[in-house]
């Protein structure tokens, strides 16, 4: 039976292609970029600049459906280097490279390691009674390789992800959002994880 109590993990962005140069530039004005020099940028105002629809959509999803247990944050973000921390963790430039260095793979110590242990922390700290949902790619086991180790059968994601690309997810996400519709989740362990690509969203008509 799934908990009602639940836990958004959120897969990062991927730190790099223009938006990421664009952010670093020393000319940058705009207010995030001056933020970010400042030290007083958040993880998930960062991800969300360079990931763009994908990880608003999380960011939006996890806060319309947020169900934690008391005291515990409603989503944090698998951070490549520093295991989980949530979305309004400040970040420079320099935490900001150093964690862009570190590569997303589950043969990488220093991406896996800090992951597992900060699974560990969270897992005690909800006394094992928690869902986790996965919001990101469950086709490879850079996530759910240590993850599973932790969680087990606890750790679902939704079932409507498989097969679809990063900005349907994220347009889906949205769209959930907005309607207050939850999707379905099942668990990571034993399902199935990839599939054919689901016809395409309708267009939202405008108003």
């Known amino acids: 039976m799934v908990s009602p109590d639940r836990i958004f993990l959120l897969s990062p962005a991927w730190a790099g292609g223009k938006r990421y140069s664009f952010l670093l ?18 993880i998930g105002e960062i991800y969300s600049f360079i990931s763009g629809l994908y990880f ?10 947020r169900a934690a247990p008391e005291g515990l944050p409603p989503a944090v973000i698998i951070t490549p280097g520093l295991g989980l921390i ?20 589950e043969e990488n110590s220093a991406f896996r390691d800090t992951l597992f242990d900060a699974a560990k922390i969270l897992e005690r700290r909800t006394n094992g009674t928690c869902s986790y949902v996965l ?11 240590p993850l599973l180790e932790v969680f087990g059968e606890r750790l679902l994601f939704p079932a409507d992800f498989v097969g679809r690309g990063d900005m349907s997810r994220g347009g889906l996400m949205l769209r959930r959002s907005a309607s207050r ?3 379905d989740y099942v668990s990571v362990q034993g399902a199935q994880l990839r599939g054919s ?11």
């Not at 608003?56 to 319309?64: P, T």
């Not at 949530?86 to 793979?105: F, G, H, K, W, Y």
């Open 135 to 145: 919001l990101g790619s469950v086709a490879s086991s850079k996530y759910t390789g």
């Open 25 to 42: 530039r020393e000319q940058a004005d705009f207010e995030l970029a001056i933020k970010l020099r400042q030290g007083a940028a958040t």
């Open 86 to 105: 949530t979305p309004e963790t400040r970040m420079d430039i320099d935490q900001l490279r150093a964690v862009a260095n570190v590569p997303v793979s």
């Open 197 to 207: 690509r689901p016809s395409r969203l309708e267009k939202q008509k405008a108003n």
């Open 56 to 65: 608003r959509g999380k960011m939006a999803y996890a806060a319309a459906f």
């Open 181 to 183: 519709i939850e999707l």
